[in-house]
């Protein structure tokens, strides 16, 4: 066996740039679903405990869910 086929056998070859972009994609929405999730709940947090109003809730949600539309457009396109 040569070098070549061993190290595309244990290690099934190399990033192509395919690859590399999906797993940067992967990387960066999973990043933005968190980071929303958060912003959704501590909104939430800050809401249960009367630091802000119910409106304001509703726009660090619908403000959150925008960024997050935006950013993964960006992202995939």
């Not at 070549?4 to 990033?15: I, Y």
């Not at 940067?24 to 933005?32: N, P, S």
């Not at 929303?36 to 403000?63: H, M, P, T």
């Amino acid at each position: 066996m040569s070098w070549k086929t061993d190290f595309n056998t244990g290690a099934s070859g190399f990033l192509t740039a395919d690859d590399t972009l999906f797993a940067m994609q992967a990387i960066g929405a999973t990043l933005i679903l968190t980071w929303v999730a958060w912003v959704c709940v501590l909104a939430y947090k800050d809401y249960a405990s009367e630091k802000i109003k119910g409106n304001q809730v509703i726009f660090l949600w619908f403000r959150a869910v925008f960024a997050l539309s935006v950013i993964l457009y960006l992202l995939v396109n």
